[in-house]
């Protein structure tokens, strides 16, 4: 059997931004700035085109292995 295999990595990051508000109105928002993501380790097959997909916490050799 024969897969074509990539693994990709999906992510949310929060950041400051402006926003309206009334001239000398005080704002006071929350923001809980932080990164979160996730990777997903993906193969398919091109002539069945039987796919898995595996989502892990990071990709380095080890998490490579859990997928194969």
């Known amino acids: ?37 996730f990777y997903m380790h993906s193969a398919v097959s091109p002539h069945s085109g039987d796919d898995f997909s595996l989502i892990l916490p990071k990709v380095n050799t080890e998490m490579t292995n859990i997928f194969l």
């Open 1 to 37: 059997m024969v897969f074509f295999f990539d693994e990709g990595r999906f992510g949310i990051r929060s950041a400051l931004t402006r926003m309206w508000a009334k001239k000398g109105t005080p704002l006071n928002v929350k923001i809980k700035q932080g990164y979160q993501s």
